[in-house]
């Protein structure tokens, strides 16, 4: 069973335009929720993350926001550049139960940012 | 960065072989994890390791084993290689419970 969803295998967003990711998770214990981004060939690199006692957490281009009862979270990416074209994983965690049993993966999304 | 290297980052081995991948850290973190990568499933947590000599199970732990004699350096071992064991390996790391920070991978194909 699939504890973290990513439903959309692939997105096409227009430069300059804004990017939503989105992502579902079923395990009512996660409590810290990362966004990664990955290049073919290369390792995944972390962009961001949000804690459960927050609804929003911001850095730059990117917004994360999370909604408990709906069990949901999405990435906003605004503006979209063409360097953001890559696979972004969303992954969960336990951190009030130690959190070191590692990340809990979603499936990706691949971002296409068309010029 | 977290300074990670991963060897080798290309391997071709046939099935039946014992293969050993190596995961090499710099920042001394305490928390180092291995998970493989494939088409359709993500990122997979195989075996993770939470100081020297202390490991456990993953997600998808059967045919793999791991050693952490050193705080920089984590094992990987598939003792005799199979077809279904073709994927890219990932290592990270991290300091505490949280953000991880990962390693550039090792591609592994079993023939």
């Known amino acids: 069973d699939q504890q973290v969803k990513q439903n959309s295998p692939s997105l096409s967003v227009q430069e300059g335009r804004i990017s939503i990711l989105n992502c579902d998770y079923t395990?009512?214990?996660?409590?810290?929720f990362l966004w990664y981004k990955k290049y073919p060939a290369e390792g995944p690199t972390f962009l961001i993350s949000?804690?459960?006692?927050?609804d929003k957490n911001e850095d730059g281009r990117f917004t994360v926001f999370l909604n408990k009862s709906a069990k949901h979270l999405s990435l906003h990416i605004v503006p979209s550049q063409p360097g953001d074209s890559a696979v972004y994983f969303c992954?969960?965690?336990?951190?009030?139960?130690?959190?070191?049993?590692?990340?809990?993966f979603g499936k990706g999304t691949h971002l296409i940012i068309q010029p | 960065d977290a300074g990670i290297t991963q060897s080798p980052r290309h391997k071709v081995t046939e099935t039946g072989t014992p293969v050993t991948l190596r995961c090499h850290q710099t920042?001394?973190?305490?928390?180092m994890y291995w998970y493989r990568q494939d088409p359709g499933h993500g990122l997979r947590l195989i075996h993770y390791?939470?100081?020297?000599?202390?490991?456990d199970k993953g997600e998808v732990s059967d045919g793999y084993s791991v050693s952490r004699s050193k705080t920089e350096d984590f094992l990987l071992t598939l003792e005799s290689a199979t077809s279904s064991q073709t994927s890219v390996y990932f290592c990270?790391?991290?300091?505490?419970?949280?953000?991880?920070?990962f390693g550039p991978g090792t591609r592994l194909t079993v023939t």
């Open positions: 920042e001394n973190h305490r928390y």
């Open positions: 949000i804690s459960s006692i927050k």
């Open positions: 990270a790391t991290s300091p505490l419970a949280g953000e991880q920070y």
């Open positions: 992954a969960a965690s336990e951190l009030s139960g130690g959190g070191a049993d590692g990340l809990t």
């Open positions: 395990n009512s214990m996660f409590d810290y």
């Open positions: 390791s939470y100081g020297v000599k202390d490991t």
